[in-house]
């Protein structure tokens, strides 16, 4: 006779919620712009992430980007990726930047950041592997979101990038997305800052 208590139920272990994970781990920073802190000591690293239902947890925990106080930004980058231009992985990148106008503070702006981790953190992008990170912007005179990459020299992948951003997101022609490299950003004197590439 066997003994059926040795005999595990074959559904014991349905229930174990099995999570989705990210093909990398990415982490969510909020800077709050304070004028007697240096810009860096003032990015705090909120939490980091690596399954399809840990980002959902996060994000419906945090406030939307059109409700963030005015100066202060949301950054998702690959963990162990700074969001400032003095990390190695953004020492000699730039950015697509989206600048926006204020009316679209209340639909646009938080529709173009949920999709733009949804692409990020699912690595959607064709050269993904060149891209660090997002950043949002708040900001009175109109938002700014960004997505950073690691290479400013490499062309194709630059172009490919700015290409899906505009196709992708439906971006009307209004907006201008243009790409800045970093130095170019952190050298500028005057008001005025030449983008490398227009979409
Ligand atoms: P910002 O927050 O990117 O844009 O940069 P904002 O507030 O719209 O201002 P504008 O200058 O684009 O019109 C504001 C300031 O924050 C910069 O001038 C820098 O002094 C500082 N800052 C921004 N970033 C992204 C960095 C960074 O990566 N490193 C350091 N050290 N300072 C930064």
């Given amino acids: 006779?066997?003994?059926?208590?040795d005999v595990e139920p074959r559904d014991s272990y349905i229930d174990v919620p099995v999570k989705h994970p990210l093909q990398h781990c990415w982490t969510l920073w909020y800077h709050q712009n304070d004028k007697n802190v240096a810009w860096e000591m003032s990015q705090r690293e909120i939490a980091s992430f690596q399954t399809v239902e840990d980002f959902w947890m996060l994000y419906n925990h945090i406030k939307p980007a059109?409700?963030?106080?005015?100066?202060?930004?949301?950054?998702?980058?690959?963990?162990?990726?700074?969001?400032?231009?003095?990390?190695?992985?953004?020492?000699?990148?730039?950015?697509?930047?989206?600048?926006?106008?204020?009316?679209?503070?209340?639909?646009?702006?938080d529709r173009y950041w949920l999709d733009i981790m949804l692409y990020l953190v699912g690595e959607e992008f064709e050269m993904s592997k060149e891209i660090c990170g997002a950043v949002v912007n708040s900001r009175y005179r109109g938002d700014k979101i960004a997505v950073w990459t690691t290479d400013a020299s490499n062309s194709e992948a630059v172009l490919g990038i700015g290409r899906k951003l505009r196709d992708r997101l439906h971006i009307p022609l209004r907006n201008l997305l243009g790409y800045q490299v970093h130095r170019d950003v952190m050298d500028r004197s005057g008001s005025g800052l030449k983008y490398t590439y227009i979409m």
């Fill in 1 to 5: 006779m066997s003994d059926e208590t």
């Fill in 66 to 109: 059109s409700e963030l106080k005015h100066g202060s930004d949301y950054a998702v980058f690959r963990k162990g990726i700074r969001p400032m231009w003095e990390d190695p992985a953004n020492r000699n990148g730039g950015r697509w930047l989206i600048n926006l106008d204020r009316k679209q503070r209340s639909g646009e702006l």
